[in-house]
């Protein structure tokens, strides 16, 4: 009769959902408290984590409950006084039971890491061409329709935001909004640096170029996440420039904001609408704030995260794409892919996967 292995690791994350299982019960007791049951800020901040530890705690007491039906089997299968028939329908029993367990621990284990990831819905993306010129331009504008196109595969929605077109084509610069479920989790590794290699469509000799784009993928917070002071914002109104028609030129309609602490700006200039304009460049400006404060605050997370986007410059080459090849490698992982063709098309479940099965690994290794 072969016995359930489980490692130091397993046992340390055990011991964790432990502690949380106690946590998630201390939550309950709070929320049922008159005093704060009537007070809708805390009461919303506690259903939150509440709902956050929730998939954690049912997981483990499912894998609780298989332990102890294990346990039982094998006092059984171990009794000499039992009968031949039972004996054999208990070790029957642990072997089912030993691939449940299998299984329940690694879904609790994937919960436990990726929770928080999991929760995000709501992310704004970010693309910058960068060396290359107006092929840098066209390939920003490829890798806008590759994330539109994974987005749209998903069920997910995006939302223009802000455009800068590039004469010939593509982009200088396009940000937009992704919403929908684990947007966070699938997509917060695109960020850092995209580099192509092609003939692009303006090479006469047939020669390879080498161009790049950067990619930045913000979470969007919600409002209960992050708090900024109005007075710590100072907003510029003035007249769209550009092209875009008499409206634009003559109405008040672009919006900058300058949070005073940080030093960040946004401009937003896309919308006729001087309302609109104001509302994507605020939560813009929200996203980049949280970026930072999450980076200054949890510094461990930051570190284990470093192996994945790097150190947030967004300037690190983290893929390359290989036209004549047909060829697309994540250098952070050494996953190369001979299906360019598909991946540019939206086909990037295997590459998500890997990044995500990685990023996994290190979170556990790192408890």
């Known amino acids: 009769m072969a016995s359930l292995s489980l490692s130091v690791t397993d046992k340390k994350i055990i011991a964790k959902l432990a502690d949380i299982a106690l946590q998630y019960k201390a939550l309950e007791e709070k929320m049922n408290d008159q005093a704060i049951a009537s007070n809708p800020h805390e009461i919303t901040a506690l259903a939150k984590e509440h709902g956050k530890l929730k998939p954690m705690v049912d997981g483990y007491h499912k894998f609780k409950s298989s332990y102890d039906q294990y346990l039982e089997a094998c006092e059984i299968a171990a009794d000499k006084s039992a009968g031949h028939d039972m004996i054999e329908l208990a070790l029957a029993e642990i072997d089912d039971l030993q691939q449940q367990l299998a299984c329940q621990l690694e879904a609790i284990k994937e919960k436990l890491v990726m929770s928080d990831d999991a929760a995000i819905d709501s992310v704004i993306v970010e693309i910058r061409a960068g060396t290359g010129g107006d092929e840098a331009a066209l390939f920003a504008g490829n890798l806008y329709d590759m ?110 904001l300058e949070h005073v602490p940080t030093g960040i700006t946004v401009s937003m200039q896309d919308e006729k609408s001087q309302h609109k304009n104001r509302d994507k460049a605020w939560r813009i400006l929200k996203s980049r704030i949280f970026e930072r404060m999450t980076q200054e605050v949890n510094a461990q997370r930051a570190d284990q995260r470093k192996t994945m986007i790097g150190s947030g410059d967004r300037s690190q080459r983290i893929r390359t794409y290989n036209f004549p090849q047909n060829r697309v490698t994540d250098h952070r992982i050494n996953l190369t892919l001979y299906a360019l063709d598909k991946f540019m098309l939206g086909d990037m479940d295997q590459m998500i996967k890997g990044l995500i099965d990685f990023d996994k690994q290190q979170r556990l290794e790192n408890l």
């Open 147 to 256: 994330y539109k196109s994974y987005s749209e595969k998903m069920g997910w929605k995006v939302e223009p935001m802000e455009f800068s077109p590039s004469p010939i084509g593509g982009y200088k610069e396009v940000i937009f909004g992704i919403k929908g479920d684990g947007v966070w989790q699938a997509l917060g590794y695109e960020g850092g640096g995209h580099r192509v290699q092609r003939v692009p469509a303006t090479e006469s000799q047939g020669r390879i170029h080498t161009s790049a784009a950067t990619v930045a993928v913000l979470p969007e917070p919600e409002d209960v996440q992050i708090d900024i002071k109005k007075d710590d914002v100072v907003e510029h109104v003035c007249r769209s420039s550009g092209p875009g028609g008499q409206n634009v030129n003559k109405t008040n309609s672009a919006i900058k």
